[in-house]
Structure formats: structure tokens, C-alpha cells
């Protein structure tokens, strides 16, 4: 805490709260769940249109709070209520007073205009999205959150923090305003085509943010802001990031086989079962200390090593992630896995890949899975018979079983390197714009690209 303490005193760009009181509760808190149902219905995507009273009332109320931000900006509506926070669009009132170098649409824009409409055209309002950061969250929070904001500066397809301002103990962020579409508004009626444009662009942020071994954590459809129809979108939310290695402890998944086996015979569970004790005995006086990991994320997204409490999460938790937003997608359903708690959601993923897989994947990272429900298969069920289920394709009046299509075949495939359970063999995001999935929708590119060319002679 004190070097946080520290380096929120030497931030240069920021001037933040020091103001502790609040922080070890919020610290000790490690479990940051949000409904993902919930989370995913206060999303607003609109203009200047009319706004409501309330949302009128607690712009001026911010307004009021927060001195001196009218002057900078023109608050215009409410568009996002998280967990942590309160987003608005805004106009940035002082935009031609300022290096606008993080304005990539501005910069296209100049590039595509004569010099005489240039001049013309400086009068267009830009807008920016205010992020307001709630005073509870704690300034170790808030600090990690603009911190690796300011890292991820100029990576692809990751918004860009514009700058930030404090006003006593009130922080908000400064984003470019991201024009987008609600994703309960287009993902039921996705093509694959599209899918692969969507994802090509999450893993293109994903590898940027990867590539600086941050975890981003809470991947999921309201953390990434997607216009369909630019096929373009940018990730946001570094309220839970974190470097890879923060707080790690050595966790079976590291050891070699030999070793992880050796341990597992070892272990307090293999004696109790050479002692002749059924599996669901547990050690009455049990010695060994309780297990902590980061398990934060948005319940239904996390991975199954998160929901295991490995103590060495890397970025891989954020393609699992990924991919329960492409079986949403293929599935049609949205939130896909809907549970109350981490043992539910353990039991969620056991249904798709069955008591063995989980079992496997357990003793992966030194934990004993072991299930009483007698209806959980120890195979599990198929993706792509999940996915038929959820998209009603069970019976054809033919009795001709029925079957994905070739490109949703093609999905499967890849959602299942996404979804694999084990964090080693799952796909990097690198690796994922490189995998023929994402690659042919370079190909579709060029394809529309022909026929253009076609129509125009
Ligand atoms: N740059 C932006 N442009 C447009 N809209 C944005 C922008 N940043 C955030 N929003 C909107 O605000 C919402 C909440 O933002 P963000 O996820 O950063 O906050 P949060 O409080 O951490 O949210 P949650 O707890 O729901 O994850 C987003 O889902 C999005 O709809
Ligand atoms: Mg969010």
C-alpha cells in the first residue's frame, strides 16, 4: 500500500485523493461478480436525444460537485452505469486547445478533406466519454485502472485514455467517445462473417494488451464497444487489469508432470482415500491454510482456473473469456451461463465437459473436484450439440439428424481452442489472428474488395 501510496504521489499527470479510509475493505473484497444479466442491461448508446429527468438531475449534480468541469466540457448524457463507476458523453469544449493524437477518426478524417473544408470543419463538436469513478472504489483501484490505461496508450483497438482529473476525493477519466451498437441488439442475428470481423478485432486489442502481460479480467460483451458497422471495436474497462505475476504463488499448474503427480499421491485427499473413506470425507482437523486467488471478473466469464483459485493466472483467462462471447453468439443466448455462485458456475462448465475433464482439470491445479449429482456425464455434452439445443435444431420432420452449417462447424473448431479447459493448450490471442477462423475474414475483405472493383469497372 505504500508504494501505491507513493507512486500516486509522484503520478505527474494525476492528481488523486489520498484519502485511505475506504481502500482494505474494498481490497479485501476479491470477489467483483456482477450479474452478468444485470450488468448488461444499463448500457446506453445514445446522442444528444432527450434525456430523462433523474439522468438530468445527476449531470447537474456532478456538474455542481465536480468545479470546474463545464468549463472543459459539455455534459450531454448518461451512457453507462457500472459497478464501479458512472459514464458520460460529453462534448470536449477545449478540443482545438489540446494535441489531439489519441483522435485516430479525426486524423482519417483530415487525411480524406481539402484544406479549405479542413478550416471549415474545426467547428465539429468531439466528443469524449467521462468516466466517474465512484469514491468508493479505492485509489490503489483507481490508480492500477489509469496506470495501465496510460501503458496501453497507443495499443490497437484498446480506447485510449485521453486524461484524468481529480476534485477532492472525485476522479474521472477522460475516454474518446466510442460510437456503438447495445450487443443484445445485433448478437441473435450475427452471421459468421461477421463473427469473425467481431472477434478479429476483441483479439487484436487482446493481443495488444497480452503483449504488455496485462490480464484484462473482465472480458465481456459491455467491456467491448463495437460498431458493426465499421466491423471495428475497442476495449475498455481496466478496472480489474492486472500485470501477470501480481501476487503469485507457486500453483500445481507450474510443476512438471512428474512432479504434480507425485504430489497428488501425497496429498491429504489421496490418504484419506487409501484409508478406506468415501471420496466426500474430509479431514476433520484440516492443517492446511485456506486459498486465496484473484477471482475477479464477471461471474459466467470466468475461466475454469479462476473458478479453481490457481494462484498463477495469466492472460489466458481473458480468452476463456472470449470465448463464452462467441458460445453466446452461436448459442443465441445471452447470458449463456447464469450462476449464483463459483461452485455453480464450476457445475455449469461441468455440464459441457463432464466429471472427468473437470476432475482432470482440477488436480491440474492441486484440487479435488467430486460432484454427488447423478446427471452430470462423465463426458459431457458436445459444443455442437449444445449449440443445435439452444437454436432449437433438435428434430427434423425427415428424422434426418440435424447439423451445424460448414462455417458454424468452422466456429465450433475454433470456440473449442478458445473454451479448452486447460490454460497451457488454449490459444493465445496471437495465435487466434493466425488461426483460419479469424484469417478468413482478411480473405472476405479482399473478396468485397473485388467485387467492387468488379461493379465500379
Ligand atoms: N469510451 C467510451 N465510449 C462510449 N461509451 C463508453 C465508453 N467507455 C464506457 N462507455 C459506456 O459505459 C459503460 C460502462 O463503462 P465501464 O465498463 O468502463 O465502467 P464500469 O463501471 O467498470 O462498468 P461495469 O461494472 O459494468 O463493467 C460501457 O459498457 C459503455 O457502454
Ligand atoms: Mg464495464
Known amino acids: 500500500m505504500a508504494k501505491a501510496r507513493a507512486a500516486l504521489r509522484n503520478a505527474e499527470q494525476l492528481v488523486v485523493h489520498h484519502d485511505y479510509t475506504k481502500e482494505d475493505e474494498a481490497e479485501e473484497t476479491l470477489?467483483?461478480?456482477?450479474?452478468?444479466?444485470?450488468?448488461?442491461?444499463?448500457?446506453?448508446?445514445?446522442?444528444?436525444?432527450?434525456?430523462?429527468?433523474?439522468?438530468?438531475?445527476?449531470?447537474?449534480?456532478?456538474?455542481?460537485?465536480?468545479?470546474?468541469?463545464?468549463?472543459?466540457?459539455?455534459?450531454?448524457?448518461?451512457?453507462?452505469?457500472?459497478?464501479?463507476?458512472?459514464?458520460?458523453?460529453?462534448?470536449?469544449?477545449?478540443?482545438?486547445?489540446?494535441?489531439?493524437?489519441?483522435?485516430?477518426?479525426?486524423?482519417?478524417?483530415?487525411?480524406?478533406?481539402?484544406?479549405?473544408?479542413?478550416?471549415?470543419?474545426?467547428?465539429?463538436?468531439?466528443?469524449?466519454?467521462?468516466?466517474?469513478?465512484?469514491?468508493?472504489?479505492?485509489?490503489?483501484?483507481?490508480?492500477?485502472?489509469?496506470?495501465?490505461?496510460?501503458?496501453?496508450?497507443?495499443?490497437?483497438?484498446?480506447?485510449?485514455?485521453?486524461?484524468?482529473?481529480?476534485?477532492?476525493?472525485?476522479?474521472?477519466?477522460v475516454l474518446p467517445y466510442f460510437q456503438h451498437r447495445d450487443f443484445r441488439?445485433?448478437?441473435?442475428?450475427?452471421?459468421?462473417?461477421?463473427?469473425?470481423?467481431?472477434?478479429?478485432?476483441?483479439?487484436?486489442?487482446?493481443?495488444?494488451?497480452?503483449?504488455?502481460?496485462?490480464?484484462?479480467?473482465?472480458?465481456?460483451?459491455?467491456?467491448?464497444?463495437?460498431?458493426?458497422?465499421?466491423?471495428?471495436?475497442?476495449?475498455?474497462?481496466?478496472?480489474?487489469?492486472?500485470?501477470?505475476?501480481?501476487?503469485?504463488?507457486?500453483?500445481?499448474?507450474?510443476?512438471?508432470?512428474?512432479?504434480?503427480?507425485?504430489?497428488?499421491?501425497?496429498?491429504?485427499?489421496?490418504?484419506?482415500?487409501?484409508?478406506?473413506?468415501?471420496?466426500?470425507?474430509?479431514?476433520?482437523?484440516?492443517?492446511?491454510?485456506?486459498?486465496?486467488?484473484?477471482?475477479?471478473?464477471?461471474?459466467?466469464?470466468?475461466?475454469?482456473?479462476?473458478?479453481?483459485?490457481?494462484?498463477?493466472?495469466n492472460t489466458s483467462i481473458d480468452m476463456w473469456s472470449a470465448g463464452v462471447i462467441l458460445l453466446t453468439i452461436l448459442s443465441r443466448r445471452f447470458p449463456f451461463f447464469h450462476s449464483a455462485d463459483d461452485i455453480d458456475a464450476l457445475l455449469e462448465i461441468t455440464t459441457i465437459f463432464g466429471r472427468k475433464k473437470m476432475k482432470e482439470i482440477s488436480l491440474l491445479h492441486g484440487q479435488v473436484f467430486e460432484t454427488n449429482i447423478p446427471s452430470y456425464s462423465d463426458n459431457g455434452h458436445s459444443l455442437e450439440k449444445i449449440i443445435l439445443w439452444c437454436t432449437g435444431r433438435t428434430k427434423t420432420e425427415t428424422g434426418i439428424k440435424p447439423e451445424l452449417e460448414e462455417d458454424e462447424k468452422e466456429a465450433v473448431q475454433f470456440l473449442y481452442r478458445l473454451m479448452e479447459c486447460d490454460p497451457d493448450k488454449r490459444i493465445t490471442a496471437e495465435e487466434a489472428l493466425r488461426h483460419p477462423f479469424i484469417t478468413r475474414a482478411f480473405e472476405d475483405d479482399e473478396a468485397d474488395d473485388d467485387m467492387l472493383d468488379l461493379v465500379r469497372g
Not at 115 to 126: A, D
Not at 236 to 263: I, K, M, N, P
Open 31 to 173: 470477489d467483483e461478480s456482477g450479474d452478468p444479466l444485470e450488468e448488461s442491461g444499463r448500457t446506453i448508446d445514445s446522442s444528444d436525444e432527450e434525456i430523462e429527468e433523474s439522468v438530468a438531475e445527476d449531470i447537474a449534480r456532478f456538474e455542481e460537485s465536480f468545479v470546474g468541469i463545464t468549463k472543459r466540457y459539455r455534459l450531454i448524457n448518461r451512457i453507462g452505469e457500472g459497478t464501479f463507476s458512472t459514464v458520460y458523453k460529453a462534448e470536449d469544449l477545449e478540443y482545438n486547445n489540446y494535441n489531439n493524437r489519441w483522435d485516430t477518426d479525426e486524423r482519417e478524417n483530415r487525411k480524406w478533406t481539402s484544406p479549405g473544408h479542413r478550416k471549415r470543419s474545426v467547428k465539429r463538436p468531439h466528443y469524449v466519454a467521462i468516466k466517474k469513478i465512484y469514491v468508493t472504489s479505492s485509489p490503489m483501484r483507481i490508480y492500477n485502472e489509469l496506470e495501465l490505461l496510460y501503458d496501453l496508450k497507443n495499443s490497437d483497438s484498446v480506447c485510449p485514455l485521453i486524461t484524468a482529473f481529480r476534485h477532492l476525493d472525485q476522479v474521472v477519466a
Open 185 to 313: 441488439d445485433y448478437y441473435r442475428d450475427m452471421k459468421v462473417p461477421e463473427m469473425r470481423l467481431y472477434f478479429r478485432s476483441l483479439f487484436t486489442a487482446l493481443r495488444s494488451v497480452h503483449s504488455k502481460k496485462i490480464l484484462h479480467r473482465d472480458i465481456k460483451p459491455t467491456n467491448f464497444l463495437y460498431n458493426p458497422e465499421q466491423a471495428r471495436g475497442v476495449l475498455v474497462d481496466f478496472g480489474l487489469a492486472e500485470r501477470e505475476g501480481t501476487d503469485w504463488h507457486q500453483c500445481a499448474c507450474t510443476l512438471s508432470s512428474e512432479e504434480r503427480r507425485y504430489r497428488i499421491s501425497h496429498s491429504i485427499h489421496a490418504q484419506t482415500q487409501q484409508s478406506g473413506h468415501q471420496p466426500a470425507c474430509y479431514p476433520k482437523n484440516d492443517t492446511r491454510s485456506s486459498r486465496r486467488a484473484n477471482r475477479a471478473g464477471t461471474r459466467g466469464f470466468r475461466a475454469p482456473e479462476v473458478l479453481l483459485k490457481c494462484t498463477q493466472q
